[in-house]
């Protein structure tokens, strides 16, 4: 079991109800190294850092990171088309060489601002393609030497990464992606290591678990078997009515701001397009509360991504709920809530024993 916290990487304070001031840090490699540590002191094995163009660069806050803690594993979320393949394959086993082994990447494939960047794949059949060879093609820089390649969208003659990733050639950077459609899950399925969900349904999690392991087997997967991954906000309190009172209001405070309304609008922006995303922010109109404590509320006030849907409770709630998940066959859980540090501390220090309290009794 791996237990990662989110670290948001924006310049702009305020991110999901965070109370950090510019005055105090936020946006500087100070407050972000602050939130690692504090990751790292509280039971974390480290976090995903956000990503996307008009944000900081990830790779470089990942590294920066790294090179300022001891433990703390950086998830660094990386895009095809703003990284050539032989590249970022290269730059990330340098960096795992350097940390001893404590990268992870997330492949991400969802629209950015591409044109900004000099991307102008958007089709989804080619975007997904593209994503394929490009996860193919790290994967063999890592783990194989004088790799000749040729694929529609990616190419290399004879090429070898120096350093290794850190215990080549057995191991190298854990490979996380995410997608709800079609040619997401075949990506998935043939070259990921962990399939990344959001926060969906017990029911609707297990299905796509089942077609994924199906589609496994039918693209004949060459790896390790894949492993899957929740992502998501988890809002925990002292007890279950203090946690439901304050998840309605921070909901009522979000609903207050600009730009508030249905999902998939400019709140959301192209993520609106997605199929996952869609697929969660659907949920509210199924109810508010799904399964014991999973609130869809969030999502009608324009929550993205994780911000979505939430776990609300107590601790013994939020834990009871996420075993339900881990008996679905979920090792990999990235949870956050705002402000960031309090929660590191609150969900480090009263939730994560329950988790691994309850992998022991298992």
Known sequence: MSYLWYIPNQIEPGHRGDDTSEREGWGTLDHSTDLARTAEDHGWEGALLGTGWGRPDTFTLGAALAART?????????????????????????????????????????????????????????????????????????????????????????????????????????????????PAERVSAAEADVQLFWGEPLEGLAGRIERLNKLAARVERRHKPLEFGLRITTLVRDTTEEAWRDAEAKVAVMARKPGAGRPGDAAVGNRGTAVGQRRLLELAERGEVLDS??????????????????LVGSADDVAQALQRYRELGISHFILSDTPYKREIIRVGDELLPKLRAQEGTR
């Open 70 to 182: 001891t433990t703390f594993k950086p998830l660094i979320a990386v895009r095809p088309g703003y990284w050539q393949p032989a590249h970022f394959a290269s730059s990330a086993a340098t960096l795992d060489h350097l940390s001893g082994g404590r990268v992870l990447v997330n492949i991400v494939s969802g629209l950015d601002n591409l044109a900004a960047y000099g991307d102008y794949t958007t089709d989804p059949a080619n975007r997904y393609e593209r994503t394929r060879e490009f996860v193919q093609l790290v994967r063999r820089l890592w783990t194989e030497e004088h790799v000749t390649y040729k694929g529609e969208h990616f190419a290399v003659d004879g090429s070898t990464v120096l350093p290794h990733p850190d215990g080549y050639p057995d191991r190298h950077p854990t490979l996380y992606f995410g997608g709800a459609s079609e």
């Open 293 to 310: 404590c999973l609130y869809t509320t969030p999502g009608t006030v324009g929550g993205g991504g994780a911000g979505t849907t939430w």
